[in-house]
């Protein structure tokens, strides 16, 4: 259960980190994947270099920064990895509501209410998924990224 909680914190300070971000592109991962996958290729190294690290402020990460050189290859490649997906699915989830807004107009006005974005309302979103045929390219692949399908 402590492993847990420590790799928990790892991808804690991976979701700090992944404020700004670059366009999001076709493929994003998932809070529940990005655990899994730190949690296969970064347990061991956090267990032994940063078992006594504070969970808090940074401090998994701040330790497997400061341990890089003992740390495994794959848990460097897979940590970089997961950040770059995270940003993407951030990316994506801020761009979705320019992306799909001309969607959102023609196939959802009645849904709108006014002009409040749909991913904080929910009720443009859920129309878009029901319409899902009819949605552009472009709109079902930004949903489809920001991991809202």
Request: charged letters at 15%; proline letters at 1%; hydrophobic letters at 40%.
């Amino acid at each position: 259960m402590h492993r847990l909680k420590l790799i928990a914190a790892a991808f804690a300070a991976l979701l700090a980190l992944a404020g700004t971000a670059p366009q999001a592109s076709a493929q994003t991962v998932g809070y529940a994947e990005a655990i899994r996958i730190l949690a296969q290729s970064c347990g061991k190294d956090i267990q032994t270099y940063c078992k006594n690290a504070n969970i808090g402020n940074f401090g998994i990460q701040k330790c497997l920064q400061e341990n890089a050189s003992k740390i495994s290859a794959q848990c460097k490649v897979d940590y970089v990895r997961v950040y770059d997906l995270l940003q993407k699915r951030h990316a994506a989830q801020e761009a979705v509501t320019q992306v799909c807004n001309r969607d959102a107009q023609q196939l959802c006005s009645l849904t709108q209410g006014g002009s409040v974005g749909f991913v904080q309302k929910g009720s443009i979103l859920k129309c878009l998924l029901k319409a899902q045929p009819s949605v552009g390219k472009r709109c079902n692949q930004a949903i489809t990224d920001a991991g809202y399908r």
